[in-house]
């Protein structure tokens, strides 16, 4: 069974979905793909998994690191369970670039290269961000690009995290990265 409950960040209204092994969803609403693994029979319940990951948004929403994960179940091919499994590894406060992850990927995989657009294609349907913190993740070129929840609130959350943002910026609409 499938239970959800909701959570009012600074930033925004989150929805918090979990199963029985751990959290498999976190969605600002309204943001692209939200919610669009959340099957329509759920039940509206506090459940110790989901209790556990607003206490963790808690301590993260003050600008502390929370010293601990919850259980997450996150649904995905075997590829983007690596990738969320590396984006957990990004530290707090920090970012990485999406060729850095592709770069890391094909180590993980023992091939020569993995392409960063298949790389940035698993971070973008990522279902658990902020704890998944695919935030963190920027262009190589610098760009803040690529965040479902809109780039407002990557901004946010990096700044919440006291990241160095003094190299990136706001793509143009329109161009290419």
């Known amino acids: 069974m499938i239970y959800a409950s909701r959570y009012k960040s600074p930033i925004g209204n989150i929805l918090l979905a979990s199963d029985e092994e751990g959290l498999t969803g976190l969605w600002f609403e309204g943001q692209k793909y939200f919610a669009n693994t959340l ?20 301590l993260y929403f003050t600008g502390e690191e929370p010293p601990f994960t919850p259980p997450l179940h996150p649904a995905g091919s075997t590829f983007r369970q690596a990738v969320w499994q590396l984006l957990l590894q990004i530290p707090y406060g920090q970012t990485i670039t999406y060729g850095e992850i592709a770069r890391r990927m094909a180590e993980v995989k023992k091939v020569p290269r993995m392409s960063a657009q298949a790389v940035g294609g698993a971070v973008g349907h990522n279902e658990i961000s902020i704890i998944i913190p695919c935030h963190r993740v920027v262009g190589t070129n610098g760009s803040l690009t690529g965040y479902g929840g809109g780039i407002d609130k990557k901004i946010s959350l990096l700044n919440l995290e006291h990241a160095d943002m003094s190299h990136l910026f706001i793509p143009k609409k329109g161009t290419a990265l």
Do not use: G, H, S, V
């Open 39 to 58: 099957p329509d029979e759920r039940i509206l319940q506090e459940t110790e998994i989901l209790r556990e990951a607003k206490k963790w948004l808690d």
